[in-house]
């Protein structure tokens, strides 16, 4: 399977300002500050060997919409603003030519997880069959209900493609898109639901908007056995350990630091840090993910655990 990530931010997206182009900027002039290159090769090698990688990168600001590629057609997870840049993509390839399936698995409705679909190109293509999976009762009336006047001018039962709604049973394993698909309740407010996805031997675990209290044992359990052995886990880590645990207490959200416990104890091989809270800019983020990898050294115990963070438009192949 190869995992692509559309959008990787919580809450709502943001971009990158003035203010952040300027400081990468004066980073890289203070790094090439008197080096001489030979053309644009030896330009693009110091970019990315020797470049800071705060001055030469982002880490995206679109709300959540990952890509799994090794199903029937297209699958994705949730369809925040992530999803227009998908869309688009696929409209600059010339991939909208023929009819597409697409088969959109949702963690939940909260605005972040929803917004891109109104802007979702394949929606407006005849032909084209959108199949939305999701275990809350109210998942059709979410959709239906942000593209009625005033929210959007156009209305849900105008748009051209087929939509199909299918609501999943909490707890169920069946096979779907060409994948296995397993889900796990969360603690969120409004409930939100974790995937994990399966074939030929490789497994994805999108688990997004959960906040894990490790103090409560048999949630413990339940997530521990559901990540069990997973090649990856796409995991909600938006708020550090301190704030997870005062401030931003009951806000439904996890920290980077119980991902890694959580992991361990699974035995996971890959850990994605994901849905960053839009308060951190592109130097906050990389902070956090390099104390995460630090952290996981501490704690190791045999098994090592690699620690990736998402950025909108990283690949993790499988």
């Known amino acids: 399977m190869l995992i692509r990530f559309w959008g990787t931010r919580g809450s709502l997206p943001v971009s990158l300002d003035a203010a952040g182009v300027r400081r990468k900027v004066h980073q890289a002039l203070a790094a090439a500050n008197g080096r001489r290159f030979d053309g644009d090769a030896d330009i693009e090698r110091f970019m990315d060997h020797e470049l800071p990688l705060t001055a030469r990168h982002t880490w995206g600001g679109n709300s959540p919409c990952v890509e799994i ?72 009336e979410a959709l239906r209900r942000q593209h009625a006047v005033p929210s959007f001018p156009v209305d849900f039962d105008e748009l051209p493609a087929d939509i199909e709604f299918v609501r999943l049973e909490p707890g169920a394993k069946q096979s779907l898109a060409g994948l296995t698909v397993s889900t796990l309740r969360q603690d969120h407010s409004g409930d939100s639901f974790s995937y994990r996805f399966e074939k030929a031997g490789k497994s994805v675990v999108y688990s997004t908007d959960a906040e894990h209290r490790l103090e409560d044992p048999a949630a413990t ?24 645990t005062s401030v931003k207490e009951d806000w439904g959200h996890s920290s980077n630091v119980v991902g890694v416990d959580l992991c361990h104890r699974a035995k996971v091989k890959h850990y994605c840090l994901f849905h960053h809270e839009p308060l951190q800019d592109d130097e906050g983020i990389d902070r956090i993910w390099r104390e995460t990898i630090r952290y996981e050294e501490l704690v190791r115990d045999g098994h090592a655990l690699t620690v990736h963070c998402a950025w909108d438009g990283m690949e993790i192949r499988l």
């Open 69 to 140: 590629e090794g199903g029937e057609s297209y699958v994705l997870c949730d369809m925040g603003s992530g999803l227009r840049a998908f869309g688009q993509r696929l409209a600059e390839r010339g991939m909208l030519d023929k009819p597409i399936t697409f088969h959109v698995f949702m963690s939940h409705v909260h605005w972040d997880h929803i917004m891109g679909f109104p802007l979702f190109a394949p929606a407006y293509i005849p032909g084209n069959r959108i199949v939305i999976y999701g275990c809350h009762d109210v998942l059709e």
């Open 221 to 244: 359990d339940a997530v521990v056995a559901f990540y069990r052995d997973a090649d990856l886990v796409i995991f909600d880590a938006m708020y550090s350990l301190a704030d997870a």
